[in-house]
Structure formats: structure tokens, C-alpha cells
């Protein structure tokens, strides 16, 4: 009998799911709105149905190995639980993934976002060669994953690799987590836009806008990016010193505007990592987009079978 | 038969080995000076008789399980090379471990001393209860081991772990690595006394002088002490956000002075980690002294075993 997962990116707005099979090929895909500013009780029943849609496409002559879930906000790994998630706070603090087990009788992984999107590149994308990997998300915050030996690194209770709280400058801007000078307070889209209106730059721009201005030659609109690069290869240089791995990814929204931001960054990691300079260390463009999360979502049911 | 390895810890001056059993009990001890001004063949000579002494204490009635030997410096785990070490440079860019072997003909495993120092804490030490740990030498130079899974985390070449090189100010004091405001820059026996220095504390004062004027109540030793606090607790908040590990251990020369930089440290972790205030995360002395590094090498051959 062929055998398929089922992975789901789970967003503040968006439900988008997918069949995938033990070759990373995707068999069917679903999308659909999700509005969560209704009860957690129809919340769930929306993402079971969106499950439920994928699993009907493909049909009972075909086994489903499990479903991974890719959710924003902090997973407690051991319980289930969703916390500290700012787009999904209506299923915050709730056994989330027992419920969804109950309800569509398939075993349930749940795993941030981030993570997943990590997982996805190794299985499928730019970090399909090694085992060992750490990827940047960089959006309108900065996520990140950490790849170990193949499986995404935990720590004690699932929140390793809050890589957007990176100290870059111990006395920079005030971070929400209560820190000063987080790497995503330099370098993510809302930073960007920061900089830019700081700067009087144009009237509230939005980071696309303040790229093409910095395409065109703007010399405020280069500076910024300027300094998101400073920001990323302090960050990175960082990371090389602490994990030797040998990759280095970043992806998200932000990721077009990479030529803008990537020759100051690899001149700071070159230049602040004795470790990148004396070993194989490549720091490169994640190649899934926004797929990653939905293909490392569905290949957490296959990896759980090789426990 | 009974079983032993043997640990040894290869230092500039010294060299001290044990041979330690299954429940990481020292049966044997051994400790010589070594002279790194001589060839490379009477260096390895001198080794390999340091080992042969404790093998010869111990008798033939044992079975030797292998020899592990933390050394400073960067090792090519693969290759068994030395590289990069300022204190064995006569050692350098050889095949160390391959040759310690044929004259010892016993298995040689060998290890960055900060790395099997963290394997000794977890073994034996403060991290016994754990799997996951990051601890940090403070001594002349700061180096850091990360327990992974209850194994050394290496990266690709054997090269993780360089922690004395965290980016604390990215403006900071340069660093003989090429990067600006490392940890090491701000936190070591070696800052402290330069920061005494520039404050014109006393004529030349060592580290431990600089603490005895802190704890009588010197007002610009306790500033230099509340620096090296504040530089581990910015450095230790972004461990605690990569790695969201149960245990950060702090050992080395300068550990006796923890009265008077962990206050700070402290303080800046709890402000700086969000991960550390919502969950279980403690910051604490390693135990084992200068025996960890000896205790982590000898369990070298025995986790071998393992794999």
C-alpha cells in the first residue's frame, strides 16, 4: 500500500496543507483561509477539514503515515501545546495536538514554523547534502532553525533556535523579549521599514519599496541594507564560531533583496570568524520559498518512523 | 577482565593522566611537566611514556579500553590533527593520533580540552542529571564545550564551540581572531587584567589580585567585575535562545570569583532570555575543577564504544 504524510503551514490567516509522498514529491495540495478570531472550537474543526480535504483527494487506497503541523509561536514539544504565539493566540495553552488527533484519528506532530521550514530545506531544498544546518528566516520578524545530525535541535522544551534574539548590539533598540540590539530589530522587513522612516525616507515605506529605492541607487535606501547586512554577518559569524556546521541558509520574505545585503554581510562574516575563513562554511539562499514549511511539515511523520 | 581508559590532559607544561574505570571511578594517577621546546619526536615520546606510566600502575590484569587525550586547541577530529594551538605548536599539522597509537598500540581518541572538560561535567560532574549542556572555561582565553544528545557537538571538522569568540559589542576590543568585542575580549583572567591596567588599578595586577581589591571594597575593581558579568550574561542569553538547554556551567581560573561577577551575569540573563524566564534553565559552577578535562578524556574510549 502507498504510503503519504500530510503537512500543514499553519499561518494567521492561512491554512495550506499538502500530500506528500516518502520521495518529498507533493500528491495533492489544499489552501484556505483560516479566521482566527473565532472560537478555538471552530478554529480546529476548520484546520481538520483542511486535513480532511487533502486525505479525501488522494483517497483510502493510499496508508496516511501521520501529519505534521507548522504552527508560528513556541511549541512545547513534550505536551502539545501551543504558547506564546502572536498570530494564533486562540489556540494558545491547550493540548492542540491531542485534540486534533482525536478529531481526524491520524497521529499529529506539531513543530514551529521556522523549524519546519529548516527541516524542509535539508529533506528537499538547498540542504538536501548535510545533516547539519542553521537557517534565518527573515520576514517581518526573524525566525530560525537548527538542523542536528538530521532532526531539528529542541532544546529542553522545543524553543531552541530563537535565532531573531541573537544579541548583534547589547545597547540597540529595544526588543519586545526584553532584550536590547536582537538581531530582527536590524535586520527583518519591520526593521527595514524602521530604518527607512527614521531616515525620512519616502512616508512609511514598505521594505519592497525601500529595496527598489536602494536598487535606483538611494543612498539612504543603501545604508539600510548596508546595516541589515552588518547585522546578519555579526549574527552568522556568531553562529559559525558556536556550530562549525557546514551551511548556513536564509529565506523569507526578505530574502529578494539579497544582493542588497549579502556583501555586507559576507565581508563581516569573513571578517569576524576565524572558523569560516579556516573551514568549508557556505552561507547561501534557502532554494524551497514558502514551500519549506509545508514540505518539513510533512516530512516530520517519516522521520518520527525512524526513531 | 576488568576494564580501564585512560584520560589525559595535555597542557604547555604539563601533562596528567588517569586511568579511570567504567563508573568513572580514578584508579591511577600521573602527572609530569612536559618541555614543548624540544623536538617533536621527544614530545610524543614523552607522552607516550606519561600513558605507559599509568598503564604499568595498573597492571596487565586489566584490559585498557582506549586512551582519550584533551588537548588545547582546535582538533581535526577526522584526521586526528592538532591545528591552531598556541600552546602545543610543535604538535601541529601532524598526524598526532595515529602515531601516539603506533607507539602506544591502544586506540587514541583525541579532544579539545574546553570539549572534554564540558563530557567530564556530564559524566561526572554538575551535568551528571543531563544530556545537554554548554559550559565555559574562564581562564587566560575563554573555551566552551557543547554537550549534544550526551555526546561533544563538533560541527564539520571538529571546530564547534569556540564560545570565547561570541560577538558581545560588535565595536568592542579587536580580537587576535579578527572579530571586534568577543566575550573572551571582556570576560577572561586576561581582560580583567587588562581592564585593571587601564584604569590604572595598582601596577600590573594579575586577576586574582584585582578580585581581592573587589572583595575589600575597591570601587574600580568591582567595576571591572561587574563588566566581566555583564559581557557572560549578554553572551550566555544568546546561548540560552540558540540552544533553550537545561544547563550552562561555568568553570576555569577565574570561577572563584563568581560572587563577584555572577550577580550581574544573572541579571542580564533574566532580562535578556526570554527563554530563560519561562523556562526551567539553570546557570551554574561547574564541580569537577581541573579534573573535568582529565575525567572527560578518559570517558572518550567508553562512549566510543557506544556508537
Redesign the interface.
Same mark, same amino acid.
Given at each position: 500500500m502507498l504510503e503519504y504524510s500530510i503537512g500543514v503551514d499553519l499561518g494567521g490567516t492561512n491554512l495550506r496543507a499538502a500530500a506528500v509522498d516518502r520521495d518529498g514529491k507533493i500528491l495533492e495540495k489544499h489552501a484556505q483561509s483560516t479566521d482566527m478570531t473565532r472560537g478555538r472550537d471552530e478554529v480546529i474543526a476548520d484546520i481538520v477539514s483542511g486535513i480532511n480535504t487533502v486525505r479525501q483527494k488522494i483517497g483510502s487506497s493510499s496508508k496516511l503515515a501521520g501529519v505534521g503541523i507548522g504552527v508560528p509561536g513556541f511549541i512545547l514539544i513534550e505536551k502539545g501545546f501551543v504558547t506564546?504565539s502572536n498570530n494564533l493566540p486562540v489556540l494558545e495553552n491547550f493540548p492542540l495536538r491531542d485534540e486534533i488527533e482525536r478529531l481526524l484519528g491520524a497521529p499529529i506532530i506539531l513543530e514551529n514554523d521556522a523549524n519546519a521550514a529548516a527541516l524542509g530545506e535539508k529533506w528537499m531544498g538547498a540542504g538536501k547534502q548535510v545533516d547539519?544546518l542553521v537557517l534565518l528566516t527573515l520576514g517581518t520578524g526573524i525566525g530560525?532553525g537548527?538542523i542536528?545530525?538530521g532532526r531539528v535541535?529542541?532544546?529542553?522544551?522545543?524553543?531552541?533556535?530563537?535565532?531573531g534574539?541573537?544579541? !548583534?548590539?547589547?545597547n540597540g533598540n529595544p526588543c519586545g523579549?526584553?532584550?536590547?540590539g536582537c538581531l530582527e530589530k536590524i535586520a527583518s522587513a519591520t526593521a527595514v521599514e524602521a530604518m527607512a522612516d527614521m531616515m525620512s525616507l519616502g512616508d512609511h515605506l514598505n521594505s519592497v519599496q525601500v529595496y527598489e529605492l536602494a536598487l535606483d541607487g538611494n543612498e539612504k535606501a543603501r545604508m539600510i541594507f548596508h546595516q541589515m547586512g552588518w547585522a546578519l554577518g555579526?549574527g552568522l559569524?556568531?553562529?559559525i564560531? !558556536?556550530?562549525?556546521?557546514?551551511l548556513y541558509l536564509l529565506s523569507g520574505g526578505m530574502l529578494p533583496a539579497w544582493e542588497m545585503f549579502a556583501p555586507t554581510m559576507m565581508e563581516e562574516i569573513r571578517?569576524?570568524?576565524?572558523?569560516f575563513?579556516?573551514?568549508?562554511?557556505r552561507v547561501e539562499q534557502a532554494t524551497l520559498g514558502n514551500q519549506a514549511g509545508l514540505i518539513g511539515a510533512a516530512y516530520l511523520p517519516y522521520l518520527a518512523q525512524k526513531l
Open positions: 506564546n547539519d530560525g537548527i542536528c545530525g535541535l529542541h532544546g529542553a522544551v522545543g524553543m531552541a533556535a530563537e535565532l534574539h541573537i544579541t !548583534i548590539d547589547p523579549c526584553g532584550n536590547f555579526v559569524a556568531n553562529l564560531n !558556536i556550530f562549525n556546521y557546514p571578517k569576524r570568524s576565524f572558523t575563513r579556516s573551514t568549508p562554511t
